[in-house]
């Protein structure tokens, strides 16, 4: 938003040099991005966030200005006068949730010139373009409050005016010459025989106002910010009028602007007033209280603001205040300010008047908690994750960041049915929420693989949503990913088994599935509940998303494994060396694992750790076996172990698995 300094100074006289008037601006919160000098006047460019509709127009930014010099607003307000009914035409309102409001004047006699030199200045250093008198008075009033206004030249008019739907294939040409085919979720404006708008966005070419104009109407309207935004992102069309009007506009500054307008056309364009016609009914919102206090106040900030300031900053800020008792305040809430609803909101407007600077840096008070040494995971979801994190990033995992919204069939036809899919996406790959963190770690894989990185570790918490019974559900899952050699299954089955290991989760298990875009997969449980799965990405996937190495993937439900993990509990380490020994198996492709690992476990009470060194498929290994080698590690707690015995647990060990089903000691 570009605005004037001249154009302030019809509401607030500045004597603050512009460079320090921005710089005042930004660290109250309107950040001017660029300021410029235009003869005798400042243009600054300002960033105007969503929720502030009014640093939408000079008055309000008048306002802020106002609050930050600590002055008030001088607002001349245009003379009230007694208006005639416009008999000749009468304006229809097909649906009043579309257009609750419609105000139109008719004006007679104009002449067409170029606009005054104060007007046509204020105006184009505002960033918009000059064209004539009559558009650049619409401007004007529109810059100054807020409301977009429009002039139709009434004699190309038929009829009546409706506010209505377009009809499917309807033709529209723009005032940008521009030819569009309107549908049925267009809002316009239309007379008994055409389009003569596109409601609250761009008027047709077919009235427009030129230089053999005589008779116009003015047009001020409240319109829906959902039917403006649908309608002209379907007309791939962006307006001044149209950013405003999606913002949501006040209907009492469209009553200001309107009716300065017509008097600015009567006096500068010799223009005779002939009546104004009305449909629907003025939005009426009744005027918003906040109560709080000073003691509220300071407690917040964590700083003690004067009386006498705060009431200065309030009052400035056009906020009506009203004190109710001591140190306790009613608070009149600005029909414009849209934002402001709690006294949390007021609190930031003092604040940020008030300056950041003045409040001191200092760390929150935070009560210890002598009764226990230990965080509460089921209380503390947002510890358990930062712990959690950094547990992963030790096992050797970076951590990414991806997107919540992705593209509706990111995996193909496989997606879900309980995907939650939105409504009007800007764009294909912004089609839907994730209902799985695996498109967006493909992404991430598919992006590092394409730079010659190669054999990645990657992790990612963060939520997926979901459709369900209630409506739509949202939960915590933690994602594993590695590319790469075979091992890397291996790789993250162990890391999920440290992870178990970290959480004090005893009780758990793999179990084999299928799954539409893994092979080799499995299902974690725990206590016969699926918290999750691991798998290798399938070749259809691999192939559709261009992935240069095998991707293994697993994903776990971060609010069931805070609810199994157990307290952590230490015990003494042995402080007698450990000793490995190796085995070289060939295992069947229809034999689990974990056979072989309950077969070792069973077999020695000295077995500290059980590790898989190698893998390998192919020439002296049989047909749709593996072989593997095991590193088995025997510790005792109470000696160091000898050579003779370590081989006689081990021999028990290698007796026990040749007996085994599908599997040969190598």
């Given at each position: ?8 100074q019809?509401?607030l006289?500045?004597?603050l040099k512009?460079?320090?008037?921005a710089?005042?601006?930004?660290m109250?919160?309107?950040e ?22 009014d ?20 607002v001349?307000?245009p ?7 416009l008999?000749?035409?009468s ?25 005054n030199?104060?007007?046509?200045e ?5 960033g918009?373009t ?8 619409t401007?004007?009033?529109?810059l100054?409050?807020g ?20 009809k499917?294939?309807?033709p529209?040409v723009?005032?940008?010459?521009k030819?569009r ?5 267009n ?7 055409k ?10 070419k077919?009235?427009e ?6 008779n ?16 002209r ?20 500054y ?23 016609c ?13 109560s ?8 917040y ?36 300010r849209?934002d ?11 604040s ?11 760390l929150?008070?935070?009560r ?12 503390s979801?947002y ?5 959690l ?8 995992f ?10 509706k ?5 496989n997606?879900?049915?309980?995907k939650?899919?939105?409504i ?13 963190l695996?498109?967006g ?11 010659s ?12 949503y979901l459709k ?16 790469g ?5 291996f ?8 992870i178990?290991?970290f ?37 259809n996937?691999k ?25 952590k509990?230490y ?9 490995s ?13 974990k ?6 476990k069973?077999?020695s ?12 498929k ?9 072989a ?12 160091t ?26």
């Amino acid at each position: 938003m570009r605005f004037s300094l001249n154009f302030i100074q019809e509401f607030l006289e500045v004597n603050l040099k512009p460079a320090e008037l921005a710089n005042k601006l930004t660290m109250a919160g309107m950040e001017v991005e660029s300021l410029q000098r235009l003869g005798n006047d400042w243009v600054f460019d300002i960033e105007v966030t969503t929720n502030r509709y009014d640093w939408l127009s000079i008055v309000g930014i008048a306002q802020e200005i106002g609050a930050v010099l600590g002055k008030n607003l001088k607002v001349k307000h245009p003379a009230k006068l007694k208006e005639a009914l416009l008999k000749e035409r009468s304006v229809i309102i097909e649906n009043i949730q579309d257009c609750p409001y419609y105000i139109g004047r008719s004006i007679k006699g104009i002449k067409v010139s170029r606009a005054n030199q104060q007007i046509r200045e204020l105006v184009l250093n505002c960033g918009l373009t000059s064209v004539n008198n009559i558009v650049d008075i619409t401007n004007y009033c529109m810059l100054k409050w807020g409301n977009p206004l429009h002039a139709f030249d009434e004699d190309k008019l038929e009829g009546n005016i409706y506010i209505r739907r377009a009809k499917k294939g309807e033709p529209f040409v723009g005032i940008d010459g521009k030819e569009r085919v309107l549908d049925k979720i267009n809002l316009v404006v239309a007379d008994q025989k055409k389009v003569v708008a596109l409601a609250g966005v761009i008027g047709a070419k077919n009235s427009e106002v030129d230089e053999s104009t005589k008779n116009i109407f003015l047009e001020g309207a409240i319109f829906s910010p959902i039917a403006v935004r649908r309608s002209r992102r379907a007309a791939g069309v962006d307006t001044e009028s149209s950013y405003r009007f999606e913002r949501r506009v006040s209907a009492d500054y469209l009553e200001l602007a309107s009716s300065e307008a017509a008097q600015l056309i009567e006096n500068l364009a010799k223009g005779r007033f002939q009546g104004v016609c009305r449909a629907g009914r003025k939005p009426h919102f009744s005027q918003k209280k906040v109560s709080l206090s000073l003691s509220g106040l300071e407690n917040y900030l964590g700083c003690s603001v004067p009386a006498a300031k705060f009431k200065s900053i309030i009052t400035s800020l056009g906020f009506g205040l009203k004190q109710s008792s001591k140190n306790k305040y009613l608070l009149s809430v600005p029909v414009q300010r849209f934002d402001i609803d709690k006294d949390v909101d007021i609190y930031e407007e003092v604040s940020r008047i008030y300056g950041y600077d003045k409040i001191s840096a200092k760390l929150p008070f935070l009560r210890k908690n002598f009764d226990s040494r230990v965080v509460d995971r089921s209380k503390s979801a947002y510890h358990f994750n930062k712990e959690l994190a950094i547990q992963i990033a030790l096992l050797g995992f970076k951590e990414v960041i991806t997107y919540s919204i992705e593209d509706k069939d990111a995996l193909g036809a496989n997606e879900p049915e309980n995907k939650i899919e939105v409504i009007n996406p800007l764009r294909k790959q912004e089609s839907s929420l994730r209902s799985s963190l695996l498109p967006g770690m493909i992404k991430a894989v598919g992006h590092n693989l394409n730079r010659s990185q190669s054999n990645l570790y990657f992790f990612e918490i963060a939520h997926i949503y979901l459709k369900d019974k209630k409506g739509f559900s949202e939960f915590p899952v933690l994602a594993l990913a590695a590319s790469g050699k075979p091992r890397g299954f291996f790789y993250l089955k162990g890391a999920v088994e440290n992870i178990f290991k970290f959480t004090n989760i005893q009780e758990f298990e793999f179990k084999k599935t299928k799954s539409s875009y893994f092979s080799d997969a499995l299902t974690i449980v725990i206590k016969g509940k699926v918290i999750g799965f691991i798998g290798k990405v399938n070749e259809n996937i691999k192939k559709n998303c261009d992935l240069k190495e095998d991707l293994f993937f697993a994903q776990l439900n971060i609010e069931q494994l805070i609810a199994s993990a157990n307290q952590k509990k230490y015990r003494q380490f042995s402080s007698y060396p450990a000793v490995s020994r190796d085995i070289s198996i060939a295992l069947a492709k229809d034999v689990d694992f974990k056979e072989v690992e309950d077969t070792i476990k069973a077999k020695s009470n000295y077995l500290a750790d059980l590790c898989i060194v190698d893998i390998y498929k192919g020439k002296d290994v049989p047909p749709e076996t593996t072989a593997f080698t095991l590193r088995i590690f025997y510790q005792s707690p109470n000696k160091t172990l000898t050579s003779q015995e370590v081989d006689e647990f081990h021999n028990q060990i290698r007796q026990a698995l040749s007996s085994q089903r599908g599997l040969q000691l190598r």
